[in-house]
């Protein structure tokens, strides 16, 4: 067999808020992690969306990091490398339980045979995951935790190196006035995710302009308006679809997507439910939703772009590593963005490299 599925954790209880450390002590080269968390849901009032409840996933290797991202991150980038939806079933119904997966790519895709995580490259390799039921869902009152990974198996490999992504730069959104941060330009580019996220906000209402330039401006290499970019990047990779469950009554109730702008809804009964349903404002991962009856249980089809509110830019064929961005004869790299005028305290913005690091 050239492939296997390892259980790196068993399913076990995650009830209580902690940050759970895994020893990556396999011996194989591993292409991907996929990490599992269901949260059982404690009422039928959404909390927040449902991928909150693991707020960070750090691949560590003592005091080097070598993945670190939160749970919105990591799903972000899921779906710009893989341009297809993640499999999750974001529900917000009491008692039923609300599903998410959060897979770390080491690898262009599965199996990879050029790039991957090799265990053995590193002294003391470990998986952290942060996590409480509590932050997604409805008020989540039990938890479980999972992960497994793509590992290679009789088919030999020797990869020249691994996908690295992590959260390179956070801050507080200004008003209307520019963050510019510095870059590092140890490893080559192949995306950057600039991430900011408000209920019932596009991103572009959050962040205006965005410049991406080396050497003092020498080379500019992106300058536009997000609005813009988001119709020249975000639609290369397709709309994000997915499906959610809730239960409304005759007031509006808020329920959380993972797509944030640019969003169609469709809402219909479900599980023998004939009321009638509305939607409005699905923008910021963020829907108001009215139901004709008390209780009364939907099903919403949503399809959108910027997932968790990012904004992807990818740097050249992300299947050719020849093509992307090699940073090493840059001297410097500069990010700068605009924010919007009239945000609110709290407004954030982060973004995330994912870069290739060889051995």
Known sequence: MNYRLAQVLAEEAANTAATKTID???????????????GQNNGDTPTAHPAKMVSKIEVVDGSDVLMSLSGMQAQALDFYHNSRPLGNKPMYTDDDWTRQVFTLFFGRSINDPVFAFDPKKFKNPQLKITHNKALGGSACDAGYLQVWAH???EKLISPVGFL???????????????EHIDLPTDHPYRMMLIRSLKATAAIW???????????????????????????????KFGPYTETIQGRVGGGAVGHYLTPTSNCNATIIGYGGTRDYFAGYQPWGGYIETYGSAALARFQCIMHGYAPHGALCIPFGDLNDPDDWFDVAAVGSLRLRILSESGLTTGDTCDVVLQQLRNY
């Open 205 to 235: 209402e959050l962040f205006d302009q965005v410049k991406l330039s080396s050497d003092q401006d020498k080379h500019v290499i992106i300058d536009g308006g997000v609005e813009e970019l988001l119709k020249l990047l975000d639609t």
């Open 24 to 38: 990556l002590n396999m011996s194989d080269p591993v292409s991907a992690l996929s990490i599992f968390f269901r």
């Open 151 to 153: 590992c290679f198996d």
């Open 164 to 178: 690295m992504a992590k959260d390179v730069y956070s801050y507080a959104l200004g008003n209307g006035t520019y």
